[in-house]
């Protein structure tokens, strides 16, 4: 029996989650199917949790609701005591039914409307601002007790290009200048409480890019404090952990990473104005990314200039490689050990050329009726799925301690037009 990862096994040929056979699961539950491992979870967030809180004890995670934003996912985060960073009332309202108290609840949304942060300041959540206006807009609704800025450093990076988040092309994040201008405003109306974020891209394999950004963040932080005269509750360095999704890339040094950020934290706040922030991070991807596979059946297979395997979960299934271009691994689930190998494109069923899950890859021989296990779907996954061409979104399964059980049901045709009017007139 070899392995893929910790929690996907090889055995007889067959592909196992968590000790669960993918095969049976494909028939129990049909295809597309996403399959979630509680274990995993579980493991990269506490693995995560210990490497910097190592060295910095007022450590937390904000997990990033976006990601995957199935309930019963929210609820494992929240039982390990995992705060939620989330992008829109839509999100706050799930964090919250899944448990979230409010005070762990960061909303960082942009372009946000007056409702948008009437809702946020009523649910009593801590408000990450991302443009000054916003803050003018904010205060003319209320007083918040807190307030933080999303800060644009001048600089980004991003495992692919849509994924840079900073720098002078990104629609996220203030000046410093804004910034200062909001902290000192936000005083001048009695706010007591601050923080400061950043999120500067995601997917990051550079395990030196989190250190750079962390003293860029404490720069920033340092000025404010010293300009504006405040002191900060926390510094939020934002997600961006990446996580290797060929087999080329290496993963992050976690470890590395926690110590460095920590004794970094440790070192530049003694004797620093900013006061004894916390320090809070909100990844997404690192934590639920390889936690899932997406189960895809192959229904047609056809030779022109190249080989073509279709199967039923294409870029509304999963968008990331229609979106990004982005790479996911891809095993026969129910013919592991074949030697034979053969060059095709796997392509879903969506009337788009773009619709491509792999393209020119080498993968064993695929013969019509197998199932395919796309890897690391776990984050902007489900989450990024729709129903174009009229297709229902998938199903979403989680394994634990051997068993199954159906997280999210598959969408049915009626689905599709449950919220649709139709005019009096064209009824008949
Ligand atoms: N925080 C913010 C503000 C984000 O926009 C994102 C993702 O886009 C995240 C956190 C999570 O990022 P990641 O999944 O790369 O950790």
Redo the contacts with the bound molecule.
């Keep these: 029996m070899w392995k893929i990862q910790d929690h996907l096994t090889n055995k007889n040929g067959v592909l196992h989650i968590g000790g669960v056979n993918t095969i049976k699961l494909a028939s129990k539950y049909g295809t597309p199917l996403f399959v979630t491992d509680e274990k995993r979870i579980q493991k990269n967030y506490n693995s995560l949790y210990a490497a910097f809180s190592k060295y910095y004890d007022k450590f937390q995670i904000n997990y990033?609701v976006?990601?995957n934003n199935n309930l019963a996912i929210l609820r494992i985060l929240r039982k390990l005591n995992s705060g939620a960073?989330c992008?829109c009332p839509e999100e706050i309202f799930l964090a919250k039914k899944a448990g979230f108290s409010s005070s762990s609840i960061m909303y960082?949304g942009n372009y946000n409307s007056k409702p948008e942060l009437e809702f946020a300041l009523k649910s009593k959540v801590n408000i990450n601002i991302d443009n000054l206006s916003l803050l003018h807009n904010l205060f003319d609704i209320g007083k918040p007790n807190f307030i933080s800025f999303?800060v644009n450093p001048g600089f980004g990076k991003g495992g692919y290009r849509g994924l840079t988040?900073g720098g002078s092309k990104s629609k996220f994040g203030v000046s410093i200048r804004d910034a200062k201008n909001g902290f000192k405003l936000s005083k001048e109306n009695n706010v007591k409480r601050f923080g400061l974020h950043m999120?500067t891209g995601?997917?990051i394999l550079d395990n030196s890019y989190f250190k750079t950004i962390t003293n860029k963040i404490l720069d920033i932080a340092e000025d404010i404090s010293e300009t504006v005269g405040i002191k900060f509750d926390f510094i939020n360095i934002?997600?961006?952990?990446g996580i290797p999704y060929n087999p080329n890339q290496k993963p992050l040094n976690i470890n590395k990473i926690g110590m460095e950020i920590g004794k970094l934290f440790n070192r530049r706040l003694n004797n620093s104005n900013i006061g004894k922030p916390s320090l809070m991070i909100?990844?997404?991807?690192?934590v639920v990314g390889d936690s899932t596979i997406l189960l895809s059946r192959v229904h047609s297979i056809k030779k022109t200039m190249k080989t073509f395997v279709g199967i039923d979960a294409g870029m509304n299934t999963l968008l990331r490689p229609a979106l990004y271009d982005a790479y996911h691994q891809i095993y026969v689930a129910n013919n592991l050990n074949s030697r034979t190998m053969e060059t095709v494109d796997v392509c879903g069923q969506v009337c788009e050329n773009t619709d491509i899950v792999a393209k020119n890859r080498k993968l064993v021989k695929i013969r019509e009726g197998d199932t395919l296990a796309i890897l690391n779907t776990g984050?902007y996954g489900f989450s990024m799925s729709s129903q174009y061409n009229s297709r229902p979104r998938a199903a979403e399964i989680l394994v634990s301690g051997g068993k199954s059980d159906l997280i999210r049901e598959r969408e049915k045709v009626t689905d599709l037009f449950k919220l649709v009017k139709i005019p009096k007139r064209l009824r008949k």
């Excluded at 934002?238 to 952990?241: A, D, Q, R, T, V």
Aim: no cysteine; net charge positive.
């Design positions: 990033a976006k990601a960073d992008s960082t999303r988040l999120m995601s997917a934002g997600g961006g952990l909100e990844p997404g991807r690192y984050a």
